[in-house]
């Protein structure tokens, strides 16, 4: 491991680490980095978070734009960015290969580094086991799906923004020169899940944020997300238990919960004059400061989903 100590930014601190390629296939060497609260000590015990970037970004670029790290700072929780640092094949820069099928099955490639992040931090930080939370941004949003359904069972919960379903196909993204898109049905990816998972043991919260005006990763996309997630964990995603309309700094938004009653286990937060990347956070490529602060859902979403 590399273990370089830099400068406290707003109440943390932050490691610049490395995971050396692992010995089950599809393995690489993964740069991330650890920023805990500057008031912590390693040996305390608190939730972790993981930002996971998105295309033509880096771990660096997510945390500057997210705002997550300030987040842990104020209410007391360490965050790890994995950056994806190398892959094989042809790809947008800094892609994950949520698309490509050895890269998001549990214990290979991309998804299983991934996961062996996490236990990396843990061997080295105390970190709650119930509270180990995932969100990812796009391509990593397409990650942080298919992390919770290799680890559905381990994880707390997940969010995804702008990102896209388990096991989609890149044909259900804007590219050149695809510029006309297809979407899997919601059963279709659903039966992708349970094929990886079995016999869910439990639901994994789930909260999805999206822009209907998005015109690189359609709304299709989060409403997949949504069913395959109602499909395969036995959520009803066709009768929202609540539904709040509301506006910020000028984007309408409406919220969405779906579940038990108070137990909704899913969230949709879906905007409405905003375009592909990140939302609230702080200014930066990708990134809509002008829009509800997209963090702070995430945040209050799971602190309120712990591993029951």
């Not at 000028?250 to 038990?260: D, K, M």
Request: glycine share 10%.
């Amino acid at each position: 491991m590399l273990f370089k100590r830099r400068r406290t930014v707003a109440g943390s601190t932050a490691h610049r680490k490395l995971l050396k390629a692992q010995s089950y296939i599809g393995s690489r060497n993964r740069e991330y980095t650890v920023r805990v609260p500057a008031a912590s000590s390693k040996d305390d015990e608190l939730p972790l978070v993981m930002v996971i970037h998105g295309c033509r970004q880096d771990n660096q670029a997510i945390e500057n734009i997210s705002g997550f790290s300030e987040l842990a700072a104020k209410h007391g929780f360490r965050v790890v960015y994995p950056f994806v640092t190398s892959y094989l094949g042809v790809r947008d820069t800094n892609c994950w290969g949520w698309w490509v099928d050895s890269e998001v099955r549990r214990g290979a490639g991309e998804v299983e580094d991934l996961w062996q992040i996490i236990q990396a931090v843990k061997a080295e930080f105390a970190v709650n086991e119930k509270r180990i939370h995932v969100v990812g941004l796009s391509a990593g949003g397409g990650m942080a799906v298919a992390l919770g359904v290799a680890q559905h069972q381990n994880l707390a919960s997940i969010a995804v923004v702008a990102g896209v379903p388990y096991g989609e196909d890149a044909e259900s993204v804007h590219y050149m020169p695809n510029m006309t898109t297809r979407h899997k049905r919601a059963q279709e990816i659903a039966d992708a899940m349970l094929e990886q998972i079995g016999t869910p043991t439990r639901t994994l919260p789930a909260q999805i944020v999206h822009s209907l005006d998005d015109k690189k990763v359609e709304i299709q996309s989060a409403c997949n997300i949504r069913d395959s997630w109602g499909l395969c964990f036995g959520v009803d995603t066709q009768s929202p238990v609540t539904r709040q309309n509301g506006k910020n700094k000028g984007i309408e938004w409406q919220h969405s919960t779906y579940g038990n009653g108070s137990d909704a286990s899913v969230e949709t937060l879906f905007l409405r004059g905003v375009g592909h990347g990140w939302y609230g956070g702080k200014p930066g490529q990708f990134s809509f400061p002008d829009a509800p602060d997209v963090a702070s859902w995430n945040w209050e979403f799971f602190r309120s989903n712990p591993l029951m």
